[in-house]
């Protein structure tokens, strides 16, 4: 996000199970643990990222999620520094739609970070065709001359369609990231940036190749 102009949340997709929309890795004494959101798919697979919400018989996410942080990184060096925002969000948060409540994650991680790029969602677009064509139409409604996404999409990128439109498109890479400080023996990446907040705290940025 912070070497980008403009970040466009593709929220109009569809969703997928088992997948970083909703749940993450945090690092315990016995390795790693996956937070997931538990969410509603029944009878809904073909559901958009912005329609997917909360299952309502495991509601109880949010405190098995901050019980398990509090457990974990307690003993981290600046986890009481950062603890109070995100136990806010965790525990007085209401909200049940998926998108609404990466976007609060987004926003106060984004704060904690320094990071001020303007958020927008796909929604806000009008966007037809296959999802290449809708990718390409979304960065001419941004002015974009840049298009940043995942190394996955090279799997079905037609990216002589950004060609034709002025478009250059930058794989993100997300190899040689340096380590930082971390609780539980040996450095693991594969991690969520809460990991780095609650252990680095104001010298996160050191370890991001945008700062």
């Known amino acids: 996000m912070n070497i980008a102009d403009e970040v466009v949340l593709y929220d109009t997709m569809q969703y997928t199970k088992n997948d970083w929309r909703n749940r993450n890795k945090i690092k315990t004494a016995q390795g790693t643990q996956w937070l997931t959101i538990p969410i509603d798919v029944k009878g809904k697979m073909h559901q958009k990222i ?15 999620h901050w019980k398990a942080l509090e457990i974990n990184y307690s003993k981290a060096p600046y986890f009481k520094d950062f603890k109070q925002g995100f136990e806010e969000l965790y525990k007085k948060d209401k909200e049940t739609n998926l998108s609404q409540i990466n976007y609060s994650f987004i926003k106060l991680i984004n704060s904690v970070l320094g990071i001020k790029t303007p958020i927008h969602w796909s929604s806000d677009y009008d966007l037809d065709g ?10 001419l409604k941004t002015n974009s001359t840049d298009y940043y ?13 950004f060609i034709e439109n002025n478009i250059k498109v930058r794989y993100l890479d997300y190899s040689n990231y340096p380590p930082y400080t971390q609780l539980y023996g040996d450095f693991v ?23």
């Open 50 to 64: 912005n329609e997917a919400t909360v299952s309502e018989i495991y509601n109880d996410w949010r405190e098995k």
């Open 189 to 211: 990446h594969e991690v969520s940036v809460l990991d780095l907040i609650f252990n680095e705290g104001p010298n996160a940025k050191k370890f991001m190749k945008s700062f």
């Open 149 to 161: 996404t995942g190394p996955s999409a090279q799997g079905y990128l037609d990216e002589s369609l």
């Open 130 to 139: 296959d999802r290449n064509q809708r990718l390409v139409t979304l960065c």
